[in-house]
């Protein structure tokens, strides 16, 4: 079964920068799609970004500016620079693996909590 891990979580103040790695296991194939989501207290999980195995990515409009995302074909890991870290990014940020063409599946790893204090 294939496992996400997410890791580069944690506490910075704003106008920092971190960057987040996923990590994945159990699979022989490079995924379709890879991407991030964000879920804060008491909202819905959205979009932050996204990069098919083409390069081709996608990103949340209000965060084109300050995120970018990027992938390792070979090793199917995906990673999100981010910069200008604002107290409204606060967030657990999920990683996920998407199928689309040939296989079809949707994989997602456990969170890594991001916090940005004012």
């Known amino acids: 079964q294939v496992q996400l891990v997410e890791s580069g979580g944690g506490l910075v103040q704003a106008g920092g920068s971190l960057r987040l790695s996923c990590v994945s296991s159990?699979?022989?194939?490079?995924?379709?799609?890879m991407g991030w989501y964000r879920q804060a207290p008491g909202k819905p999980r959205d979009l932050v970004a996204t990069?098919?195995?083409?390069?081709?990515?996608n990103y949340a409009d209000s965060l084109k500016g300050r995120f970018t995302i990027s992938r390792d074909n070979t090793e199917n890991t995906v990673y999100l620079q981010m910069n200008s870290l604002k107290p409204e990014d606060t967030a657990v940020y999920y990683c996920?693996?998407?199928?689309?063409?040939?296989?079809?599946?949707?994989?997602w790893g456990q969170g890594t909590q991001v916090t940005v204090s004012s």
């Open positions: 996920n693996a998407n199928g689309f063409y040939y296989r079809r599946y949707n994989y």
């Open positions: 159990g699979s022989t194939f490079s995924f379709d799609a």
């Open positions: 990069i098919t195995s083409g390069g081709s990515t």
